[in-house]
Antibody, heavy 121, light 107 residues
Framework: EVQLVESGGGLVQPGRSLRLSCTASGFTFGDYAMSWVRQAPGKGLEWVGFIRSKAYGGTTEYAASVKGRFTISRDDSKSIAYLQMNSLKTEDTAVYYC????????????WGQGTLVTVSS | DIQMTQSPSSLSASVGDRVTITCRASQGISSWLAWYQQKPEKAPKSLIYAASSLQSGVPSRFSGSGSGTDFTLTISSLQPEDFATYYCQQYNSYPPRFGGGTKVEIK
């Protein structure tokens, strides 16, 4: 059974940093691209970024709203994807979901349960 | 960037009703469209990909159609567990973008 479990969320002050983790199981993690999608309270879904599998260079893409502040990485030996968030803003407050990217297509066939990040002073 | 517009933003329906939700892309996306279902306080769940392909395990009362710019999600006979918010998403080009959502409520 495919499982994605996010961790690392919490309350953080504006300008500070936070790192989220996504621990995967039930599939060969290294074969898949992984994405992060967020949802602000009461709002819709917003793509944050993704990381390709090593077979496709392990490169990353980011939404304009987070580019230069957020970094996605992966440790295939541990089946973990990370989202490093720096220079956090109040508008980054959201539930952050880790997703498996089906065939590196941009279609997300499995989602984690999400972790809440609150940016507030 | 490609914009995705869903309609309606909400609807009320009864168990057994046929429900149709529409999604329009601001430019052609071929069939690179997905649909997701989200229940309150839960993560989204994938329903349909490539506009009309059913994700494994999804009931056959869900179906998708369309290509280019206009797409439809249909629930043939609404069940109690189908009351939720539905999102379309284009994955033709980066950045992937979601529609604003359609909330399906009990009449």
């Amino acid at each position: 059974e495919v499982q994605l479990v996010e961790s690392g969320g919490g309350l953080v002050q504006p300008g500070r940093s936070l790192r989220l983790s996504c621990t995967a199981s039930g599939f060969t993690f290294g074969d898949y691209a992984m994405s992060w999608v967020r949802q602000a309270p009461g709002k819709g879904l917003e793509w944050v970024g993704f990381i390709r599998s090593k077979a496709y260079g392990g490169t990353t893409e980011y939404a304009a709203s987070v580019k230069g502040r957020f970094t996605i990485s992966r440790d295939d030996s541990k089946s973990i994807a990370y989202l490093q968030m720096n220079s956090l803003k109040t508008e980054d407050t959201a539930v952050y979901y880790c997703t498996r990217d089906y065939d590196s297509s941009g279609y997300y066939d499995y989602w984690g349960q999400g972790t809440l990040v609150t940016v507030s002073s | 960037d490609i914009q995705m517009t869903q309609s309606p933003s909400s609807l009320s329906a009864s168990v057994g009703d046929r429900v149709t939700i529409t999604c329009r892309a601001s430019q052609g996306i071929s069939s690179w469209l997905a649909w997701y279902q989200q229940k309150p306080e839960k993560a989204p769940k994938s329903l349909i990909y490539a506009a009309s392909s059913l994700q494994s395990g999804v009931p056959s009362r869900f179906s998708g159609s369309g290509s280019g710019t206009d797409f439809t999600l249909t629930i043939s006979s609404l069940q109690p567990e189908d009351f939720a918010t539905y999102y379309c998403q284009q994955y033709n080009s980066y950045p992937p973008r979601f529609g604003g959502g359609t909330k399906v409520e009990i009449k």
